[in-house]
């Protein structure tokens, strides 16, 4: 059974900045693609960024480019998101996901593994 752990989250004030990480028991999703997907209360889970087995091809939610950024070594089962000028509207429990093919694509339905989340609350 693969097991998926983030870890990172907190509670922060608007402008600041949090780096979440994503940690996976088996080396083999190295050949998968990861992701990271978020939840507000009352919302539905959304797509936030997604990376390649081999970080060649990255995406992102329009609401959050050029604010984050999704990494990951190469042959590596971990990844990371950096999230700078952090916004009220970014509160939610992050999500760590690992896709069942060698990309990461922003449909939920794609992933086969997911963490428990880690929360990210951002204060005015």
């Known amino acids: 059974q693969v097991q998926v752990s983030e870890s990172g989250g907190g509670q922060v004030q608007a402008g600041d900045s949090l780096r979440l990480s994503c940690a996976v028991s088996r080396r083999t999703a190295s050949n998968n693609g990861m992701a990271w997907f978020r939840q507000a209360p009352g919302r539905e889970r959304e797509f936030v960024a997604g990376?390649?087995?081999?970080?060649?091809?990255?995406n992102y939610a329009e609401s959050v480019k050029d604010r984050f950024t999704i990494s990951r070594e190469f042959g590596s089962s971990s990844a990371s998101l950096q999230m700078n000028r952090l916004k009220p509207e970014d509160t939610a429990v992050y999500y760590c996901?690992?896709?069942?093919?060698?990309?990461?694509?922003?449909?939920?339905?794609?992933?086969?593994?997911w963490g428990q989340g880690t929360q990210v609350t951002v204060s005015s």
């Open positions: 990376i390649s087995w081999n970080g060649g091809n990255i």
């Open positions: 996901a690992i896709s069942r093919t060698a990309v990461a694509s922003m449909a939920r339905n794609t992933y086969q593994y």
